[in-house]
């Protein structure tokens, strides 16, 4: 199973460090990453494996917010199934 997450917010030091410390203590492989940085503005994308995480999906969605807004950027993160039907043309 997969999701997907997305980090939008201000450039700063450590958001990929804190996301990725985040994701590995909590049994999330990251299976592709992508990253782009506009002017003072970051963005990025990561597909990430669900299929055995330490806690409830739930939980991870809960925590990646909080995790944000300590670094004061908007991270989200959904089931794959549901981003595609979103995002479907």
Do not use: W
């Not at 203590?25 to 990430?48: K, P, R």
């Not at 670094?71 to 043309?89: A, C, P, S, T």
């Amino acid at each position: 199973m997969k999701g997907i997450i997305t980090v939008l917010g201000k450039d700063k030091v450590g958001i990929i460090a804190k996301v990725c410390t985040y994701l590995a203590g909590h049994n999330l492989n990251i299976l592709d990453i992508s990253q782009t940085i506009i002017q003072d503005y970051f963005n990025m994308m990561m597909i990430v494996d669900i299929s055995a995480p330490s806690k409830s999906f739930e939980e991870i969605v809960e925590d990646l917010q909080q995790v944000g807004e300590e670094i004061g950027v908007e991270i989200k993160l959904q089931h794959e199934d549901i981003f595609n039907i979103m995002h479907r043309i």
